[in-house]
């Protein structure tokens, strides 16, 4: 459910007045009463649970080893840092504010300040995980599809990295600026709800536009076209040269292991 209107204190009768049709009074007395089922409760906890710890523990095991030794401080790795430091956030940052909010109280408890700080971050590790996969992926396309040239420095990978972490706090700015708290129409003050507010719905439309392509279809868009020409290269392309059936065996074997190692 959306709340999209005039940047107004929603204790405010005009600001309902535009928007009469967000909620209505039944609804708004739905969402002060409602209440989950404990079985639920404890198994969505569970859930919960589970995630958190497979995910916590195995993105920190993951930076810990790929940081603790100079061998393994390759390009690829720089960007699997990354990629587990936002997985690392997102599982901080999501997890507990859904059980916070969304299960126990089933309402925003941790004020205004954090309403915006977390919905802030939220965006950001979700960009920078989109980011890091595209990343990834193109690095995997260069040494695959240009394996005499030379690769990017360590240096260009740090600052690589470091540049697309900017990029998603930039990004997300429009989110934390318009966070803010608001309360059912009916009983102001009651239960706040932690949204986004904004003066334009025209450009909340746009924002959303824009996030959906840089979070989802342009990078699905970009990993689809270049895995399918690394495909290409491993298993279709024919070898330069003379046909030799052992030696292209042999050379196709070669890159499937290349591959491989830049999977994992």
């Known amino acids: 459910m959306n709340f999209r209107g005039l940047n107004l204190t929603l204790e405010n009768k005009s600001f309902w007045d535009n928007y009469d049709d967000i909620l209505s009074p039944a609804e708004d007395v739905f969402f002060e ?66 059980i916070i909010s969304d299960i126990i109280y089933k309402h925003w408890v941790l004020g205004s300040f954090m309403c915006h700080v977390l919905h802030y971050l939220q965006l950001v590790a979700v960009l920078q995980r989109a980011f890091s996969a595209v990343a990834i992926t193109c690095d995997r396309h260069f040494v695959i599809s240009r394996p005499l040239k030379q690769r990017m420095t360590k240096k260009t990978a740090r600052l690589l990295v470091l540049l697309l972490w900017i990029l998603a706090f930039i990004i997300a700015l429009p989110s934390a600026w318009y966070s803010q708290v608001i309360y059912l129409q009916y009983q102001p003050g009651s239960r706040g709800l932690c949204i986004e507010l904004w003066d334009d719905q025209q450009l909340q439309h746009l924002y959303s536009v824009i996030l959906l392509l840089l979070q989802y279809f342009m990078p699905l868009l970009i990993m689809i076209c270049v895995y399918a020409h690394v495909g290409y290269i491993i298993w279709i392309k024919p070898t330069p040269g003379e046909a030799d059936k052992v030696r292209d065996k042999r050379i196709a074997l070669s890159k499937r292991k290349v591959s491989l190692i830049f999977r994992h």
């Open 33 to 98: 009463t409602y209440d989950l089922p404990l079985s639920f409760i404890v198994l969505m906890l569970l859930l919960y649970g589970i995630v958190a710890v497979i995910s916590f523990g195995g993105n920190i095991a993951v930076c810990y080893t790929l940081c603790n030794g100079k061998v393994l401080l390759t390009v690829t790795n720089f960007f699997l840092a990354s990629l587990s430091f936002s997985d690392i956030l997102v599982t901080i940052l999501c997890i507990p504010t859904t």
